[in-house]
C-alpha cells in the first residue's frame, strides 16, 4: 500500500571523449548513482515489508548516503567560473535528503495512526504522494539543468535511462495504481469494523445506519473498480479487491438483516423475561406463559440462525482477506522486485 520517495536519476551518458567538461559532468553525476542504487535497495525494502517504520534503519542509511554525497558535490568547485550545474544537482540532494529525513519522519508518525480512518489514511498516502512529487519536480529540474550545461560546452547527449532508474520509475508506476485500489479497499474495510462494533453493543440504529454507509460504499468501489483498467495485463490486485467489496455489499444488504432481526428478538425476549419475573409463578396467567413461550421460541430461531450467518460471515471474510493480502504482496513483489 505504499508509494515511494523516488529519487530521479539523471539517466544520462555521454557521447563524447573524456574532456574537462565530461569530466566535470561525470564527476558530479556519480553521486546520482550511488543516491540512485541507495534509493533503489530503501526502495524494495519498503516494498517488501509494507511499512516505512520497520525499515527505518534503511531510511536513516539512505539520509547518510545523501549527505556523503553532498559533501561531495560541494568540493566539486566550478567549471570555467560557472557554479549552476553543480549547484543544481546540490539543490538537490539537499532537498532529497530533507524530504527523506523530515518528510518521511512525518509520513511514519501518520502510519502509526492511518488505520483509524479512511481520512487518516487518505491523508497518509496524500504525505507520500506530495514527498515524492518534490523530489520528481527537483530532478525534472536537474534534467533541464544538465541540458543546458551540456549544450554550452558542446556536449552531445544520449538519453539512456539505466537500469535503476527504470526501476525506480516503475515502483512509482506500481504505487500510482496500488494507492487508489488500496483506499477503495480500505474505505468499505474500516467501515465493515464500523458495522462490527455497532453488532458488539447491540445498537440496532447504528447497526442500520453502518450498514446502509457500508453498502453504499461498497458499491461505490465496485463502480469505481469497474471503470479502472488492469495494471499491464494484470487483474489480480483489481479482482481481489472486488471480491472483498461484493462481499461487504453481500454483507449489508442481506446477512446483517438477519443479525439485525436477532438483535430486536432478543431485546423483545429480555422485555418478555423481565414482565414475567414480575410475577411469581402462581400468579402468572396461561396467556402469560404462552407469550413468553412464543417469545423465547422466537428468540431461540434467530439465535440459531445469528450464530450460522455469524459463522459463515466470519470463514468468507477470513478467506477472503488473506486471498487480499496474499495478493496485494504479490503484486507489488511481482511488479517491483522484478
Known amino acids: 500500500m505504499k508509494k515511494i520517495l523516488c529519487s530521479i536519476g539523471l539517466g544520462l551518458s555521454f557521447a563524447l571523449s573524456a574532456q574537462s567538461p565530461v569530466e566535470y559532468m561525470t564527476q558530479i553525476s556519480s553521486e546520482f548513482k550511488a543516491i540512485q542504487g541507495a534509493t533503489w535497495d530503501y526502495t524494495k525494502s519498503v516494498a517488501k515489508n509494507k511499512s516505512a517504520r520497520k525499515v527505518d534503519k534503511n531510511r536513516v542509511e539512505l539520509v547518510k548516503t545523501i549527505s556523503a554525497s553532498i559533501e561531495k558535490v560541494k568540493k566539486a568547485g566550478d567549471f570555467k567560473g560557472e ?29 502509526e495512526i492511518a488505520e483509524q480512518s479512511y481520512d487518516l489514511m487518505d491523508a497518509y498516502m496524500a504525505a507520500q504522494e506530495a514527498a515524492s512529487d518534490k523530489l520528481a519536480e527537483a530532478g525534472e529540474m536537474v534534467d533541464q539543468i544538465e541540458k543546458k550545461f551540456a549544450a554550452e560546452n558542446d556536449i552531445k547527449l544520449i538519453e539512456n535511462t539505466d537500469k535503476i532508474s527504470l526501476k525506480l520509475k516503475k515502483a512509482s508506476e506500481v504505487f500510482d495504481y496500488y494507492n487508489p485500489v488500496y483506499l477503495i479497499f480500505f474505505k468499505s474495510y474500516k467501515q465493515e469494523a464500523y ?47 472486488s471480491d472483498m467489496l461484493a462481499f461487504y455489499l453481500d454483507e449489508a444488504e442481506k446477512h446483517y438483516l438477519v443479525l439485525i432481526d436477532y438483535q430486536t428478538s432478543k431485546e423483545a425476549f429480555e422485555k418478555a423475561k423481565a414482565v414475567i419475573d414480575t410475577k411469581k409463578p402462581n400468579e402468572r396467567t396461561q396467556e402469560d406463559v404462552d407469550n413468553y413461550n412464543a417469545v423465547v421460541k422466537e428468540y431461540n430461531k434467530k439465535t440459531a440462525e445469528y450464530n450460522s450467518t455469524i459463522n459463515d460471515l466470519n470463514k468468507r471474510r477470513s478467506t477472503l482477506l488473506n486471498t487480499w493480502n496474499n495478493t496485494s504482496a504479490n503484486f507489488t513483489n511481482k511488479h517491483i522486485m522484478q
Open 83 to 111: 557554479t549552476y550545474y553543480r549547484d543544481s544537482i546540490l539543490s538537490y540532494l539537499v532537498l532529497n535528503k530533507a524530504v527523506v529525513s523530515y518528510d518521511y519522519e512525518k509520513i511514519m508518525n501518520l502510519e
Open 195 to 241: 458495522l462490527s462494533e455497532s453488532l458488539g453493543k447491540g445498537d440496532i440504529s447504528g447497526m442500520e445506519q453502518n450498514k446502509s454507509s457500508l453498502a453504499g460504499f461498497a458499491q461505490e468501489g465496485l463502480d469505481k473498480l469497474a471503470a479502472l483498467n488492469d495494471y499491464n495485463g494484470d487483474p489480480s490486485l483489481k479482482a481481489a479487491c
